[in-house]
């Protein structure tokens, strides 16, 4: 099961991946946090992205400006929080990919 967020709404999904590049395609079924019911995630990110307020304007651009107009001008504002990173993150991170790193021949 996957966890997709998109601006203060989850929907949580079940399937499989396997789509190209960073973000893999889902074939799976799942509901949002308003408790609407998608087949695709293909289809919630249709809705999500189709939707429009009163005005007529894009919800998805409207809820991100509002996002980051709460945010502080900062790194830590910027970074939700994580402006450090400890030492022992970084070592446990380093050693987490480098087989990836590898395996990619970088």
Same mark, same amino acid.
Do not use: N
């Given at each position: 099961?996957?966890?997709?967020?998109?601006? *203060?709404?989850?929907?949580?999904?079940?399937?499989? /991946?396997?789509?190209?590049?960073?973000?893999?395609?889902?074939?799976? !079924?799942?509901? &949002?946090?308003?408790?609407?019911?998608?087949?695709?995630?293909?289809?919630?990110?249709?809705?999500?992205?189709?939707?429009? &307020?009163?005005?007529?304007?894009?919800?998805?651009? +409207?809820? !991100? %400006?509002?996002?980051? +107009?709460?945010? #502080? !001008?900062?790194?830590?504002?910027?970074? /939700? *929080?994580?402006?450090? %990173?400890? &030492? %022992? &993150? $970084?070592?446990?991170?380093?050693?987490? $990919?480098? #087989?990836?790193? $590898?395996? !990619?021949?970088?």
């Amino acid at each position: 099961a996957a966890v997709v967020h998109s601006q *203060g709404k989850k929907a949580k999904v079940t399937g499989q /991946g396997g789509g190209v590049g960073a973000m893999p395609a889902f074939s799976c !079924a799942g509901t &949002d946090t308003e408790g609407k019911e998608y087949t695709k995630l293909d289809d919630m990110w249709k809705d999500e992205l189709a939707a429009v &307020d009163a005005q007529g304007e894009r919800l998805w651009y +409207k809820k !991100a %400006v509002d996002y980051w +107009k709460e945010q #502080p !001008a900062t790194v830590d504002g910027v970074l /939700g *929080g994580y402006g450090h %990173v400890s &030492d %022992v &993150d $970084i070592k446990e991170s380093a050693e987490f $990919i480098l #087989p990836f790193m $590898i395996e !990619a021949g970088m």
